[in-house]
């Protein structure tokens, strides 16, 4: 794999069949990025963006991945960072890394998974605050 390889972003609603080397396809709706694996294998890379998984950024002009892409279960175990549309190379992990980065992000799903979310109470498309301002208690 080269030391630093730049990628192309394409915003799709779905992903195609073949995917093109170098392009980075990426689906709003379906929160998901997709591409070829950056060390050249070939295997198809899919990052699923969510506050658990990869979080995308895009600048107007490129996007980064964060974390960094691992391909543990593929056989070239590649190691990369996508920033500002460039693939940095990433050092490679032993099984101990890997077994440790996956237990993390196990417990980090858990954890988001469990914690209650707190909801809104919503009438006619506006939210009500169950607080009155300051100036309305005043009256």
Known sequence: MKREATLKHEFVEFVPEDLKEGVIYVSIVYATAVHKCCCG???EVVTPISPTD????FDGESISLHPSVGNWGFHCKSHYWIRRNRVILAPQWSQKEIKAGRA???LA???YFETPKLL???DSGK???KKRSWWKRKK
């Open 109 to 111: 799903q858990k954890e």
């Open 120 to 122: 809104s109470v919503k």
């Open 54 to 57: 990869w979080q995308l950024t």
């Open 41 to 43: 294998c070939g295997s």
């Open 104 to 106: 993390k992000d196990w």
């Open 127 to 129: 939210t009500k605050s």
